[in-house]
């Protein structure tokens, strides 16, 4: 049995943030009632006699389910799987979105890490972004878990907000010494065509920080979180040291396989099939409810879209790639000029038969990628 990830989207949030594109929806407890039986049938259909090493439940907002379901869920997962070898079992939430008791009962039904969605140390920031906590709020959310005993704690970032400067982020990384996550990541705001905060920024009434500004803030996530002793592990990801890099993420990038339950979700068989969910909870229900497989549609990747995901997503890595590995398995070529401008204009170094690419380097890989593959 191959090691599988498994990951599982709850759709529901409190309220909707002002850049999100995501699916996810408000709802009562009669369709989280029959949303969570209806994942328990997936869990069934999908997961049995499989071996899993990581759980992922993500969103949306999971801890709008009760911690009563997640225990029987988890159950469920060890009852029907190989559970000897998990090593990693996250629950995201959001401050504001879950109760110090519900943290506890979280931490005792089996999760042992919590990604948390802080995104801003400022209020007005958090306004911006439409989100429902202040920066308070956060912190106390963040103590209760740990109260709770959670020792492995992640939280979201987001930098290139509306009105945030550079001063104002580096303020906002600088309270990253104290709290001391054992993980953080950094996203910069992305601005989805309908969102409101998209709107706002095309009538002019919000103003979004430059490229080169957001460039700068990216670099000085690196500067400051490597200071303080972290990891940056991957374009987005810092770990504080390597037990802490997140093994479900990792997977991803790996292209070991994952299931992804719910709504949307993505499954990948670890070689050359992706697949995914109806997006709609009402489709999602109706499948399930009749017995049916929720997938919607699939894709095949063949062997030169597989070497580009891979030179891809090893540029984002500070593992990198095997270039003697990518040209031998895949049959595919490296283009050696583009190579030495990569080389030349600091994007990657080279250790070995391995493209390592630095803090900067990380941040064209997806461009790189392509220029790379002949
Ligand atoms: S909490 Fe996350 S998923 Fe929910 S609306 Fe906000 S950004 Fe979207």
């Avoid at 996550?181 to 706002?200: A, D, Q, R």
């Avoid at 009434?205 to 996530?221: F, G, H, I, N, V």
């Avoid at 070497?307 to 990518?326: F, H, Q, S, Y």
Wanted: net charge negative; with cysteine; glycine share 8%.
């Amino acid at each position: 049995m191959k090691p599988t990830g498994l990951y599982i989207h709850i759709p529901f949030c409190i309220k909707k943030c002002s850049y999100c594109s995501f699916y996810s929806v408000k709802s009562d407890d009669r369709t989280r009632f029959d949303f969570g039986k209806a994942l328990m049938s997936e869990l069934e259909q999908r997961v049995r006699n499989k071996c899993i090493v990581t759980i992922y439940a993500g969103g949306g907002t999971p801890t709008l389910l009760p911690p009563e379901f997640w225990g029987e869920f988890l159950a469920l997962v060890t009852d029907i799987a190989d559970t000897s070898d998990i090593e990693e079992c996250t629950i995201e939430t959001n401050p504001g979105a879950v109760t110090e008791s519900e943290l506890f009962t979280l931490r005792q039904v089996g999760f042992n890490r919590m990604s948390m969605g802080v995104q801003s140390f400022s209020d007005t920031a958090l306004l911006t972004l439409g989100r429902i906590h202040t920066s308070s709020a956060a912190l106390k959310t963040f103590k209760s878990a740990r109260k709770a005993g959670f020792d492995n704690i992640s939280i979201d970032l987001m930098y290139g907000i509306p009105g945030q400067s550079l001063d104002g982020w580096s303020e906002d990384l600088k309270r990253i010494e104290d709290l001391a996550p054992e993980h953080i990541s950094c996203y910069e705001l992305s601005v989805e065509k309908g969102t409101p905060i998209s709107e706002s920024i095309s009538s002019g009434e919000l103003s979004k920080p430059d490229e080169q500004t957001c460039r700068k803030m990216y670099l000085a996530a690196d500067n400051i979180l490597t200071e303080y002793g972290y990891l940056h592990y991957e374009v987005s990801n810092y770990a504080r040291g390597k037990s802490f890099i997140s093994r479900h993420n990792s997977a991803y990038w790996d292209r070991t396989p994952y299931i992804g339950l719910g709504p949307s979700a993505h499954s990948f068989n670890g070689k050359n099939t992706r697949s995914w969910n109806v997006a709609s909870i009402e489709d999602y229900l109706s499948q399930m409810k009749n017995g049916n497989s929720p997938e919607t549609g699939r894709e095949e990747i063949d062997i030169e879209q597989a070497a580009l995901e891979t030179v891809m997503l090893g540029l984002r890595c500070n593992t990198g790639i095997d270039l003697w590995k990518i040209e031998t398995e895949t049959g595919v070529s490296i283009n050696r000029d583009y190579l030495n401008t990569m080389i030349e204009n600091n994007r990657v170094i080279v250790s070995g038969t391995r493209l390592i690419p630095t803090a900067e380097g990380m941040l064209y890989a997806d461009g790189d990628s392509i220029n790379l593959i002949e």
